[in-house]
């Protein structure tokens, strides 16, 4: 049983619209194994697993299930193989109960049962401890909710072969915990699970056989034990290391006469959100930093100076002249430029080309009136597309087809090519694989250098000390203290976040 | 922290499906009887109530149809030039052909010309991937114009197996009521009524309790989500439409059986009346909610407004439209002010 080849697919190849997103990709799944499918954003995983269950029909390649080549040609041919899934994107029916979207498409029934349906359904949340009911309509669920529902119903089918993709992006760490125990016990009766996460930390919990895809071609199929976090990072961006390493030493500080001119300034500022009355100054060139725990403020912090949250107090001068910003346009005009943190919800129009998006904010600048020439958008778009190494097929490809990790890249170029003075970025990598991460950290460098002065905010430390040469630390929606030069180390910041009782 | 509470109440239990049909029911009920209580006349008698079946029982199929094709979140406006193109086929074909033709064989052209539209118009829709709305389009000019050619002039049936059909009448006891001369009326409906509610049950039944039915619902409620669940979405797209133009059929042979006439201006605006009865029974354009037990209240209250508007003395038909028109913006704005405190309810 053990070495069991359950799954195994060869030459795979998928092209899209200006997009080789799979090429001769081979993958190999034995009964028994928890297979990480490991590659960065766009690397072509999410494709993989679609065009194994038939939602995408791929152009060259073979796929063999227990041995003998299969067709498949639609999710529902992939379940009656025995293949289910839990999708990157949540695909469930919101208009539909929980029970129904856990047992709707099943089976070979053409009556539905719907006590029997809601028994099971109530055992099954019961069991995995969800907190739903049965009956209830799926839009009223929480996203953890929804994604735990779509997991149930995959792990509830009679299955060979599981696939989880990204299942764990909104699940907190019980909840990761409790599918960590299910995996292991599907594991134990000879099921296959591919699985495929950004955590490496999960990966090693749970895994034993890594296949690491980049650009769409397999990098190469590992056991777990051969490969140490390190060269896992490494081989999933195609780089060394080092790459990684110091890069605020290779970007010049912005050195000229204006370089002590503060562009921005704000005192006793005050929001409604509910953070204590500020002080705040940038410089030309300056690359700074609100850090704290989450929650603790920092976004507020940034909103008030942006005008997002109304402002019900304070001082605001720009390069030393007061001004007054109520609304997020007032700091546009300002040359202020904000990136906020949920952009997923309001900062991308779906299916609006690149360009389109790239152009967006300077037109509400410019009056939806005076619209710019078809050349000049092109030129625009192409311009950042190339700048910021965006991977799209064109510039009129939808945005939504592009990964995440480039949506943002896409957002980003929206408010450079307003070319603020001052950038805001609220979480500008979360989400996004440490390549794309590795890129925009040395963007911000980039254009500090040139002069912009930057305020950069992430939950991660290490890439706030990378960044930025000054940090304002928060604590309970206050400002208590500010570290630049030496003091910009870790356990600095966890002192002056715990109020400098730390230990570490 | 592992038990989350559960939040919103009632609203949490209710589904949107269910919601929106209480909604109509609802203001159905306090419609109808208001207009007993002050307008009074004919309202009191049941025979008002079983004259609006009558009426509207070929509606009410077609409705059903209709709410069927919204609820997986498509469109089929070719309803009401079908029910005209199903009357004047059957028409010319029991008054002209030698002889006389059979009413049975009609019923079949009836029912073949419905299924033959929504094969075609379903065929185009779901595996052509053309919108419904210009498919559908395409079918009512198509339906009126082939009504024009099978027989340019209106006319009355004449075939005396026909008549005896449509005169046909079923007696409900105990609901009669008197003239003012004192004479009792025993109250009736006429047999496409039976046909009507025989369609609300199944249709009722394939909507709850099939796979099929379910099928419409996920379809209509994220399409791309109901394939990745398994669910064959082009099948499911297909048949929506078959469905809809069968009930086209037999809705057509029911309005032929209540009005024994052809005439190529017959149910001018038909599909028009089906998509707000179903709207206003709680039917969502945007699809995947929708319910036909609310379609026919729908109906009821779309009929009953009419007959109100008429019974104060605004019988003018602009004015039935102005009120048709102001009743659907009050449903409309009802459901989303329900569906938002719903949102508010469950997200507080
Ligand atoms: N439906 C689609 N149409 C066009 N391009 C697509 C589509 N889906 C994915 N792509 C492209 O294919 C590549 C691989 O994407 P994906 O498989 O989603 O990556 P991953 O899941 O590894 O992040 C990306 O460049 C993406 O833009
Ligand atoms: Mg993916």
Excluded at chain 1, 115 to 129: F, G, H, I, Q, V
Excluded at chain 2, 179 to 203: P, R, S
Excluded at chain 2, 269 to 289: D, F, H, Q
Excluded at chain 2, 322 to 331: A, R, V
């Amino acid at each position: 049983m053990d070495e069991y080849r359950l799954l195994e697919m060869r030459g795979i190849e998928k092209t899209f619209p200006g997009v080789r997103a799979l090429q001769n990709v081979d993958f190999s799944l034995n009964a028994g194994e928890i297979h990480a499918l490991m590659g960065e954003n766009g690397a072509g995983k999410s494709t993989l697993i679609k065009v194994l269950t038939g939602v995408y029909s791929k152009d060259a390649g073979t796929i063999r299930l227990d041995g003998k080549e299969v067709k498949i040609h639609s999710p529902q041919d992939a379940q009656n193989a025995g293949i289910s899934t839990v999708y990157q994107e949540i695909t469930l029916c919101p208009n539909l109960s929980v029970a129904e979207n856990m047992f709707i498409g099943r089976g070979n029934g053409k009556i539905t049962n719907w006590k029997e349906m809601n028994d099971r359904a109530k055992t099954l949340l019961e069991r995995l401890d969800i907190p739903a009911k049965a009956t209830q309509q799926l839009a009223n669920c929480s996203i953890a909710v929804q994604q735990m529902v779509a997991i149930a119903r995959a792990i509830d089918m009679e299955c060979k072969v599981l696939i989880l993709d990204e299942p764990t992006s909104s699940l907190d760490e019980q909840e990761v915990e409790k599918l960590f125990g299910l995996m292991r016990d599907l594991k134990a009766m000879g099921v296959g699970i591919i699985f495929v996460t950004h955590f490496l930390d999960q990966v090693y919990e749970v895994c034993d056989k890594i296949t690491v895809l980049r650009d769409g071609q397999l990098v190469g199929e590992y056991e777990i034990r051969d490969l140490p976090r390190v060269q896992l990072v490494a081989k999933m961006l195609g780089k060394e290391m080092d790459d990684l390493s110091d890069i605020k030493g290779e970007h010049e500080a912005y050195h000229s006469p204006d370089a002590d001119m503060k562009i921005f300034e704000a005192e006793k500022l005050q929001s409604n959100a509910g953070i204590k009355p500020f002080n705040f100054h940038i410089q030309k060139g300056e690359v700074n930093g609100f850090t704290g725990l989450l929650g603790s403020g920092r976004s507020e912090c940034v909103r008030a100076i942006f005008g997002a949250d109304r402002v019900i107090g304070g001082k605001v001068k720009v390069k030393g002249k007061e001004v007054k910003i109520h609304k997020p346009k007032d700091a546009m005009k300002n040359g202020i430029a904000y990136l906020p943190e949920d952009r997923k919800v309001d900062g991308i129009i779906g299916d609006l080309s690149v360009r389109e998006n790239i152009i967006l904010a300077l037109q509400v600048m410019k009056g939806f009136f005076k619209p710019f020439t078809k050349a000049q958008a092109y030129a625009f778009a192409d311009e950042y597309i190339k700048k910021l190494n965006i991977k799209t097929a064109s510039a009129d490809t939808p945005i939504k087809s592009l990964s995440g990790g480039n949506q943002q890249k896409v957002i980003l170029a929206r408010w450079l090519l307003m070319h603020p003075e001052y950038l805001i970025l609220d979480e500008p990598t979360r989400g996004i694989d440490v390549g794309t991460k590795v890129d925009i950290q040395k963007l911000v460098l980039e254009l500090a250098s040139g002069g912009m002065s930057i305020t950069f905010i992430s939950s991660e430390t290490d890439e706030m000390l990378r960044t930025c040469s000054r940090l304002i630390v928060m604590r309970d929606r206050k400002v208590v203290g500010e570290l630049s030069g030496d003091d910009l180390t870790q356990s600095m910041i966890m002192s002056t976040i715990a109020g400098g009782e730390s230990d570490e | 922290m592992d038990k989350k509470k559960l939040k919103g109440g009632i609203f949490n239990r209710i589904s949107d499906t269910n919601l929106l049909l209480c909604i109509t029911i609802v203001i159905f009920l306090i419609m109808y009887i208001s207009a007993i209580v002050f307008l009074g006349g004919g309202f009191k008698k049941p025979q008002m109530f079983f004259n609006i079946l009558n009426n509207e029982a070929p509606l009410i199929i077609t409705a059903c149809g209709m709410s069927i094709v919204m609820i997986s979140g498509g469109i089929d406006i070719s309803i009401g030039g079908v029910v005209a193109l199903v009357s004047m086929s059957c028409a010319v074909y029991l008054d002209k052909t030698p002889g006389g033709g059979n009413v049975w064989v009609s019923m079949l052209i009836a029912l073949a010309i419905g299924l033959l539209f929504g094969i075609v118009q379903g065929y185009l829709v779901a595996y052509c991937e053309i919108q419904p709305f210009i498919v559908t389009l395409a079918g009512m000019f198509f339906a009126r114009g082939m009504t024009t050619i099978v027989n340019t002039d209106p006319f009355n049936v004449e075939n005396s197996a026909f008549r005896k059909l449509k005169d046909t009448r079923i007696t409900i006891p105990k609901m009669g009521s008197y003239t003012k001369k004192g004479l009792y009326q025993a109250a009736h409906i006429e047999i496409g009524v039976v046909v009507a509610i025989a369609i609300v049950v199944v249709l009722f039944l394939v909507l709850r309790y099939t796979k099929l039915g379910r099928s419409f619902y996920a379809v209509g409620g994220n399409p791309q989500s109901a394939l990745m669940l398994g669910i064959n979405v082009k099948r499911t797209k297909f048949l929506s439409h078959v469905i809809c133009g069968l009930m086209a059929g037999i809705g057509g042979y029911v309005y032929f059986l209540h009005v024994g006439s052809g005439a190529p201006s017959h149910a001018t605006g038909m599909e028009m009346n089906a998509i707000a009865s179903s709207i206003i029974g709680g039917t969502m354009l945007t699809g995947g909610v929708g319910n036909i037990i609310g379609t026919l209240f729908g109906v009821l209250s779309l009929s009953s407004i009419q007959n109100i508007v008429s019974s104060a003395g605004l019988g003018q038909a602009w004015w039935t439209g102005i009120t048709i028109g102001g009743m659907l913006c009050l449903f409309l704005l009802i459901q989303s002010i329900v569906m938002w405190a719903k949102k508010r309810s469950l997200k507080a």
